[in-house]
């Protein structure tokens, strides 16, 4: 089945860095990315569509630049926080799929811990 | 609006038991449902979604338009159902909502003995 994976898994990083993750689509070629941020005890919540090769669309609320996204090609996106405090401490997960209303497929989630 | 609504947190059933995780949902235009289900330490997957119909791992869930429900439902509920199990919404038709998920809460069953 599709694959979908994230880099790093874990990261702690001090306030004001930045940090970036990597989701990569290891056996399909993806065309739209998803990037959910859930906290603990919660629901995932959408933070912002990425469609290859052109700009994010980022969900009401969701500062951009802040949570700068990049789909350089159809198997990776990258989302760089920048500037983290740590309000920004969260599980981010990514997902991807190949055409419109095909599944989601989910990566594993990355830990972000900002000290 | 997109709204998904599992009233459930948590969700308690002993093994061979029925069980039926709630969802609820609200959306002005026509929706796709899903269930999706994440086990201990492994990543969220589907589990099953109205539009294919499909019984998954004796799973079935009924869309029920007028009372704007999709619950889950298994007769004879396993051990291995244990996990966190999540209702989605998407919008179909439509450019911008068609492919953005909504998610619910989350009910977390586990499968006593």
């Known amino acids: ?115 | 609006a997109q709204r998904v609504t599992q009233p459930e947190k948590l969700l308690s059933v002993f093994k061979g038991a029925p069980v039926e995780l709630k969802c609820n949902y609200s959306y002005s235009g026509s929706p796709e449902l899903f269930w999706y289900v994440q086990y201990s330490r492994q990543r969220l997957q589907l589990l099953l979604r109205h539009i294919s119909r499909e019984s998954i791992k004796g799973f079935t869930a009924d869309l029920n338009k007028g009372e704007t429900s999709f619950h889950l439902k298994k007769p004879f509920a396993q051990e291995e159902d244990s996990a966190m199990y999540y209702c989605a919404l998407s919008g179909l038709g439509t450019k911008t909502s068609g492919s953005r998920l909504t998610f619910g809460e989350g009910t977390q069953l586990t499968v006593n003995p």
């Open chain 1, 1 to 115: 089945g599709a694959v979908v994976s994230q880099h790093p898994s874990r990261v702690i990083c001090k306030s004001g860095t930045s940090v970036k993750i990597e989701c990569r689509s290891l056996d399909f070629q993806a065309t739209t990315m998803f990037w959910y941020r859930q906290f603990p005890k919660q629901s995932l919540m959408l933070m912002a569509t990425s469609n290859e090769g052109s700009k994010a669309t980022y969900e009401q609320g969701v500062e951009k630049d802040k949570f700068l996204i990049n789909h350089a090609s159809l198997t990776l996106s990258t989302l760089t926080v920048t500037s983290a405090h740590p309000e920004d401490s969260s599980f981010y997960i990514c997902s991807a799929r190949t055409a419109p209303y095909d599944e989601q497929y989910f990566g594993p989630g990355t830990r972000l811990t900002v000290t």
